[in-house]
């Protein structure tokens, strides 16, 4: 039986900087457009938060459940997994995956029922299938080369979009912007794992993104998912200049570049992905800073 540490490691807590920073954008964005009511921002924000964690934690579960029984993980070289290392049986990450994901469609719909945008629930129940779909099912499209698609989409352009639209009822091109530049940074997460597992990927026919577009292909993608957040974030700045502050999370992304582009591969990407989820995280915050002053 797996120890509690190690449901925690199977939680995967280096990628949720990817849960709580579209809800920092989001709501710096909603600040920005309608101004700051603390009895709307602050509850509705706190929900968002709560939906995007749980969905992060819920896919991680998922992924960890569905790679396990296909054997994808038995010869694994990244962070630990229940199923693959066989500390915790399929069943039971099921379920925590099935009860994370259900934790978030339930404060999902808190959220919806308080702002009243009850249409959007066809957006969180995608939301909660595209959690599951990843490796789940008979055909998941991470297998397909679309899990990033899939990440800008959800916890990109749904996630910040959505937080601002459950606080103000509005979307603009700054939560728009702020979207992209935060779903970029959450693709370059998921090539940080993919691009680790490229060799094992290709040859038990996981078609990832970095096994259709090669080694060299991937580290030059990652490098314009990490630097366009800061060309979008200078176009935020013509009409909210304080989001310049963004340029201070810059330095950041040098050492998880360098390895990158120096071609680390296997245990030597590990760093990279909590480098890199760091980045997203002090990104969204300065982001939300620069947003509300």
Known sequence: MATLSQWVQGARPRTLPAAIAPVAAGTGAAIWDAGFDAGIVIPRALLALGVSLALQIGVNFANDYSDGIRGTDDDRVGPFRLTGSKAASPAAVKRAAIGSLAVGGLLGLILIAIAGIWWTLIVGAAAIAAAWFYTGGKKPYGYLGLGELMV???????????????ITGRITWVSVLA???IGLLAVAIMLTNNLRDLPKDALVGKNTL????????TRLLYAACVLVPFVLALVIAVVQWPVLIVLLALPLAIIPLRIVRGGAQGLELIPVLGA?????????????IGLTV
Not at 276 to 288: A, C, D, F
Request: net charge positive.
């Open 210 to 217: 970095p096994v259709r577009l090669g080694d060299r292909g």
């Open 152 to 166: 800008l989409v959800f916890f990109g352009l749904v996630a910040v979009n959505g937080t601002a639209y459950a």
């Open 276 to 288: 890199t989820g760091r980045l997203e995280l002090v990104y969204s915050l300065l982001l939300l």
């Open 179 to 181: 979207s992209l530049a």
